[in-house]
């Protein structure tokens, strides 16, 4: 019987505790990379924080006027994180 190694990586990495750890830092540096993608990499290195609490991104924007542009572009954000992310689902909530 032959497994994939992704699937044996991931119950491996469940098995220890760590496996939160890395899903939280896939989904926040690839929420960092759609934002340079879109906005380009100053509007990413302007993000203050991005930290994964549960199935939400938490986002605090260094400006107002980044935050009301990521707000507008919710939708946008989760879909592109869903398709480069296997089809997991975040929320985002964004602070200014």
Known sequence: MFFE???I???RLRQQGI???VAAEQAT???RALVAERFGASAAAGLRQVALRGDTIEISAGSGALAAELR?????FSQALATKL????YRLKVFA
Do not use: H, P, W, Y
């Open 86 to 89: 296997d089809g997991v689902v």
């Open 19 to 21: 496996g939160q750890a």
């Open 5 to 7: 190694l992704k699937s």
């Open 29 to 31: 540096t690839a929420f």
């Open 9 to 11: 990586l991931q119950r």
């Open 72 to 76: 507008i572009r919710e939708s946008e």
